[in-house]
């Protein structure tokens, strides 16, 4: 078994799908899962999103998108932290 990841916009009420406020993924594996936020420095980071969502945590809605989405939402992110956006 390979990896199978799944991609979620983070919404909440200053953003939308098509522009949300982040991104998180969930990426199972052989061994379990992670879970990891695009983070301000540019990278993927452990996060606890998911599992508080999945709790009962509704401050922001989680809407699964697809892989191509989640890069557009990446280099988005990229492009704002550019010192020339």
Same mark, same amino acid.
Not at 15 to 32: A, L, N, Q, W, Y
């Given at each position: ?17 098509? %522009? ?5 993924? %969930? ?27 999945? %709790?009962?945590? @509704? ?10 989405? =989640? ?6 992110? %990229?492009? @704002?932290?550019?010192?020339? =956006?």
């Amino acid at each position: 078994m390979g990896e199978a990841v799944t991609y979620y916009a983070i919404v909440n009420e200053f953003s939308s799908r098509e %522009r949300p406020f982040g991104i998180v993924r %969930r990426v199972k594996h052989e061994g379990g899962q992670r879970d990891e936020v695009f983070s301000r420095d540019l990278k993927w980071e452990h996060t606890a999103l998911l599992y508080s969502a999945e %709790r009962g945590d @509704l401050t922001n809605d989680l809407v699964p998108i697809n892989e191509e989405e =989640a890069g557009r939402i990446v280099e988005r992110i %990229r492009g @704002l932290a550019s010192p020339d =956006a």
